[in-house]
């Protein structure tokens, strides 16, 4: 396995459960851990004590947020597939959502984008009225908009492509 932390990479191999060793970029780390609750950790390493605690896990994008002694660490981890997709030059702007489809018919009553916006995950794209009831579409991921298919006061069909990505 491979992890960036603070732009540096490590590679990351697990030798023995008891004690957790690793060899870490080619040198041999055996650690005596300790686990008081579940994401917590504390380790012993040379005769100094490190507690860690796992602040969030975003499977989707492999990242890890730990707090070690008081000091956070973002820690992207990559594993034999990953590096095997990224030989191939299958890289994750491939999987980016391109279309924005409309998940009903309905009525498009309000566009917050335009061509050109920078959007995150979670971000209203669009107005839905469908069955007397507003439906706010959101971007799945971050992404451009790069055009827009539908106008306001326009009906839409199911899976109709509403907005394209990139």
């Known amino acids: 396995m491979k992890a960036t932390v603070n732009k540096t990479d ?5 030798k023995a459960k008891e004690p957790l060793t690793l060899d870490v970029n080619g040198s041999l780390l055996v650690l005596d851990t300790y686990e008081p609750r579940k994401g917590v950790l504390h380790i012993i390493y040379n005769s100094k004590s490190y507690n860690t605690e796992l602040i ?4 989707e994008e492999k990242s890890v947020l730990l707090k070690v002694n008081n ?3 973002e820690v992207k981890l990559k594993d034999e597939t990953d590096e095997l997709l990224e030989r191939l030059g299958i890289g994750t702007k491939q999987n980016k959502i391109q279309h924005i489809k409309a998940p ?6 309000d ?4 061509p050109g916006d920078i959007v995150n995950k979670g971000d ?7 069955m007397k009831m507003e ?12 055009k827009i298919h539908v106008a306001k006061g326009k009906a839409v069909e199911k899976n109709q492509v509403l907005i394209e990505m990139e």
């Not at 969030?56 to 499977?59: L, R, V």
């Not at 439906?135 to 790069?146: D, G, R």
């Open 10 to 14: 490590y590679t990351i191999i697990k």
């Open 56 to 59: 969030n896990y975003n499977e």
């Open 71 to 73: 000091s956070r660490y």
């Open 104 to 109: 009903m018919p309905g009525l498009v009553i």
């Open 111 to 114: 566009i917050k984008v335009k």
């Open 124 to 130: 209203g794209l669009l107005v839905l009225e469908a």
């Open 135 to 146: 439906n706010i579409i959101k971007a799945p991921a971050q992404a451009v908009v790069k």
